[in-house]
């Protein structure tokens, strides 16, 4: 694999369940990001993680969870979602300068119920 | 607080016909600027990006973008579309060297037969 991968890439769930979004870079990137993507809004920020560390909480709510075991894996743990959740998740990776592109992954589409 | 403005949310051309997507930003401070293409179903790809110096930029797939610091603007042009440069069209802006991307709303460029 290379890149950015994603899994799952469509997630269908109810408000009370717990799931978990997967990311992993194959890029040797420093730097992990997560977006939203909804349908009236811009993509947002949600997370920052450098070398592993959180360096960035866009106010994001605490039901949305981010987990950096290490550089090359991103996790988003999920519980007691809304239906307004309901979005493209993109997850990217770069190294760790302002100036280095950001390279994204397809996207886990989420639809809460 | 940063902000990035898309002015066109849909751009409907005619194939081999030149086109402009435009992109306004507030600012005040130094920015890196770019531009991100999302084919359908995919995650977002760099077209290209403005760090420092000249301020025409070149990309991938023919596009290019001017900087204009008075103006505060950052447009997206290609000479000559093809049907497949059908996708959405995001800029996006850095603000004093930290890794976090605003974005504007996207474009959403169709090319017509």
């Known amino acids: 694999e290379t890149g950015v991968t994603q899994t799952p890439r469509h997630l269908v769930m109810g408000m009370t369940n717990k799931k978990s979004l997967k990311c992993e870079q194959h890029l040797g990137h420093n730097a992990m990001y997560w977006y939203k993507q909804s349908a009236k809004k811009p993509l947002e920020l949600m997370f920052v993680y450098n070398f592993k560390e959180q360096t960035e909480n866009n106010s994001v709510p605490s039901r949305f969870s981010p987990e950096c075991p290490n550089s090359s894996h991103l996790f988003l743990h999920l519980h007691t979602l809304q239906p307004e959740d309901s979005a493209l998740y993109l997850c990217?990776?770069?190294?760790?300068?302002?100036?280095?592109?950001?390279?994204f992954g397809p996207g886990t589409r989420l639809t809460v119920l | 607080a940063q902000s990035v403005t898309q002015l066109d949310s849909q751009v409907p051309v005619f194939e081999e016909a030149p086109v402009e997507l435009r992109c306004n930003y507030s600012s005040s401070v130094s920015v890196y600027l770019f531009w991100y293409v999302q084919y359908p179903n995919q995650g977002l790809q760099l077209l290209l990006k403005y760090l420092s110096g000249s301020t025409l930029v070149k990309g991938i797939n023919g596009f290019e973008a001017e900087f204009n610091k008075s103006q505060t603007s950052f447009h997206l042009r290609k000479p000559s579309v093809h049907i497949s440069d059908t996708a959405e069209y995001f800029c996006?802006?850095?603000?004093?060297?930290?890794?976090?991307?605003?974005f504007g709303q996207g474009t959403r460029l169709t090319i017509n037969p």
């Open positions: 990217a990776s770069s190294q760790d300068r302002a100036t280095d592109t950001q390279y």
């Open positions: 996006a802006v850095s603000e004093g060297g930290a890794q976090k991307l605003v």
